[in-house]
């Protein structure tokens, strides 16, 4: 079933059918069984009228409240191999090699909930980068139990440049306003996602395409159960968090993003998270 978060409320869309639920959202996402608590809604509820919920549904805002965004990089091949391309001149290339094959995984925090794009909101490059790109990522919604309740689409935009220049300017290059995006919904599933979810990443530019491509996510490295755990050995999420599982599309070399052009992620079961880019208004005044 999709659970959305809109700006007329929360609403959960299960065989075909919308129901309204008047509840928390931090309070809703965080039960220990959410798919069984959802069920039971639908079971009590009465449906929504069907021009009601297509009205919600053109509210659509990201699917987050009190939670923080975490990230986990390198968790896929393909990953690996961009970091070691854009790092090659700062002579650490083999640093993602190493992470890449380590027992420990690399986690960073990525945004809080004002810094996230919903569905069809704008997201950011920056100004100071001259090689910004979108990473489309599977993003866990792990409970304050560090339980893996959902799935969403994420979208991890990122300055190769910065990053590339130096890797302990990771938080420059991954951490800004609108730096993330999720969306448009989750995915609350009875059983974990299968490993033959595909992700699709298409990237437009004056209506056309210039970029497409995808990918299933049994090439991801780590289990998303491993990383759910490290995230919290030392760590306490009251509300849950989410968890942007790791990219394995990247745009070649040469790409670049500019100002306007829309990014498209569509995921299995979850659907297309659409995002237009921007620089961000009044920077640096």
């Not at 004056?206 to 755990?229: P, Q, W």
């Not at 998270?273 to 620089?279: D, K």
Request: hydrophobic fraction near 35%; proline fraction near 5%.
């Amino acid at each position: 079933m999709k659970l959305y978060r809109t700006s007329y409320g929360i609403l959960v869309k299960y065989s075909d059918a919308c129901y309204k639920i008047d509840e928390d959202w931090n309070m809703l996402i965080n039960h220990g069984n959410l798919y069984e608590y959802l069920l039971g809604i639908t079971h009590r509820a009465g449906k929504m009228v069907p021009a009601l919920a297509a009205r919600w549904l053109e509210e659509i805002i990201a699917p987050i409240g009190k939670q923080e965004v975490w990230a986990a990089g390198v968790t896929y091949l393909r990953s690996r191999e961009a970091r070691m391309e854009e790092s090659k001149s700062s002579c650490s290339a083999d640093l993602y090699d190493r992470v890449y094959s380590a027992g420990r995984p690399e986690l960073f925090f990525k945004a809080l909930p004002h810094r996230v794009a919903g569905h069809k909101e704008f997201v950011h490059i920056r100004r100071d980068s001259a090689w910004n790109v979108p990473e489309p990522e599977l993003t866990l919604y792990i409970n304050s139990k560090g339980e893996i309740q959902a799935y969403t689409a994420g979208n991890d935009m990122s300055s190769r440049s910065i990053e590339g220049e130096n890797a302990l300017y990771l938080p420059q290059a991954k951490v800004y306003e609108r730096s993330a995006a999720l969306g448009p919904c989750l995915y609350v599933s009875p059983t974990p996602i299968d490993l033959s979810t595909k992700i699709e990443m298409i990237i437009f530019r004056n209506a056309e395409e210039v970029y497409k491509d995808s990918v299933c996510i049994d090439r991801i490295r780590r289990s998303f159960a491993e990383l759910a755990t490290y995230m919290f050995r030392e760590c306490d999420f009251p509300y849950g968090c989410f968890l942007m599982t790791g990219t394995c599309l990247v745009p070649p070399s040469e790409f670049t993003l500019q100002e306007n052009d829309v990014v498209d992620i569509s995921i299995d079961h979850i659907g297309t998270l659409s995002n237009t880019v921007r620089y961000k208004p009044n920077a640096g005044l």
